[in-house]
């Protein structure tokens, strides 16, 4: 399939493709989250939820493989080193109760995928501890044992963990497209900044196009 993307059109084949949401967690999108104990004003990032919402529908819709990532943390912080726990010095750090439980760590409210986006049977959900998905998470094995050589990118936040994801993946060989409207970030100026680097140099890190661009590809198949 051909998807009409920048810098150049976008070639894929559904079996070996995999669509990526990165972090669509209450903690990044809802009050009372990390987001907002980093000083983030986390309304912004609400708006992309329809649009990602269609993506994913029609995505499953067409049988494709859907992972899913929670930045999530261990409830002992094993896996939290303290230079991460500690930036900032923000009010409420990670570990610490908030509105939604303990913020940013696994099984707590807070970090669970919201409920319009949340995970059905099949999919693949990832804990990752770092920013990158692929970082102390298995995910590349995970990838490589169903053959998985194009990923599609959504989620927040544009600069921070989705791009520091779409550049892991770079790496280790895969042909990446980031959807322009199912990202989002706490700074606008940061996600058009960040769209424009990953295409730039005829995609060094990767394609971008908005998900309408990939639901036409997958309708007209
Ligand atoms: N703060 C911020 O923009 N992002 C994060 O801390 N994590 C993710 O992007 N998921």
């Known amino acids: 399939m051909q998807v009409q993307a920048r810098p150049f059109p976008y070639e894929f084949d559904l079996a070996k493709t995999a669509l ?15 987001g907002e104990t980093l ?8 708006a992309i939820v329809p649009a990602t919402q269609k993506m994913l529908q029609g995505w499953r819709d067409a049988g494709g493989l859907v992972v899913h990532t929670r930045e999530a943390h261990k409830a002992d912080l094993s896996d939290c080193p303290p230079a991460k726990r500690n930036r900032g010095n ?3 750090r990670i570990g610490d ?20 986006l949340a995970p ?11 920013k ?19 990923l599609l990118f959504g989620g927040v ?15 280790r060989g895969y042909d990446c497209l980031l959807l322009e409207d199912c990202t989002e970030s706490y ?6 900044a960040a769209v424009d680097m990953i295409r730039a140099q005829g995609a060094i890190v990767g394609w971008t196009a908005p998900s309408g661009a990939v639901l036409a590809a997958l309708d007209s198949h």
């Open 20 to 34: 990526v949401l990165i972090d669509m967690q209450r903690d990044f999108i809802e009050p009372g989250g990390f």
């Open 39 to 46: 000083g983030n004003d986390v309304a912004l990032l609400e």
């Open 90 to 92: 923000p009010s409420l």
């Open 97 to 116: 109760v908030g509105n939604m439980g303990r913020i940013l760590i696994a099984g707590e409210p807070g970090n669970q995928i919201i409920e319009a």
């Open 120 to 130: 059905v049977a099949g999919e693949i959900v990832i804990d990752k501890p770092g």
């Open 132 to 150: 990158g998905a692929f970082y102390a998470t298995g995910l590349h094995e995970t990838l490589q044992q169903r053959g998985i050589t194009h």
């Open 157 to 171: 936040t544009t600069e921070v963990c989705v791009q520091t994801s779409m550049r892991e993946a770079n790496d």
């Open 187 to 192: 700074f606008p100026a940061f996600k058009a």
